[in-house]
Every structure is written in C-alpha cells, then in structure tokens.
C-alpha cells in the first residue's frame, strides 16, 4: 500500500481529523469529542493488518469523551430521584 493510500484510509476513520505519515511514524489528530482509545485500536488493527510497523501518536481526543456511566446506573438514578421526589412532597 502506498503511503498516499494509508494517508487517505487514516483520514477517513471517524474521529480522526488529520493525520502526517513519515518514514519515521504515523501522528494522527484525533477529534476532542471523540474517545481516543477508539480511534488508537481501529489504527493499531489497520496497521497490523497492513503488516506496517511504524510507530503510532496520537494527539487529542478525551479518554472518556461520552458518558461515562452505564446507562442502567442512570437510569436507576433518575428512578431514585423520581422517588425520593414522591416521598418529600405530599400529595393534595
């Protein structure tokens, strides 16, 4: 694969926003909102599957960019709140 080719398939996994290939590694810049960790296993997998060995930076992106609770725990806080807010104002 071309070093073009690589360029282009980096730039067109989401979350990435640009990207410098060299013979010395592959530096990627990686959207804020988008978790980092993400991006570097879909980078890692394309190049091993590339059978390419230069090194991987990437810059940017948040380690927890989306919500980090699960949803049934906010879920269960939001029933919590609804019955607490039941118990505390009395009915007319």
Known sequence: MTDQALHDG???LPGVLDCSL?????????????DA????AR?????????????????GGSPTARSTLPLWLSVAALVALVLLV???????
């Open 43 to 59: 980078l890692e997998t394309m190049l091993w599957v590339l059978d390419e060995e230069r090194p991987l930076v990437l810059v």
């Open 22 to 34: 060299d013979d010395d590694g592959l530096a990627v810049l990686v959207d804020p909102e988008v």
């Open 37 to 40: 960790r993400v991006v570097q």
């Open 86 to 92: 039941l118990v505390l104002l009395p009915l007319p």
């Open 10 to 12: 980096v730039r067109h």
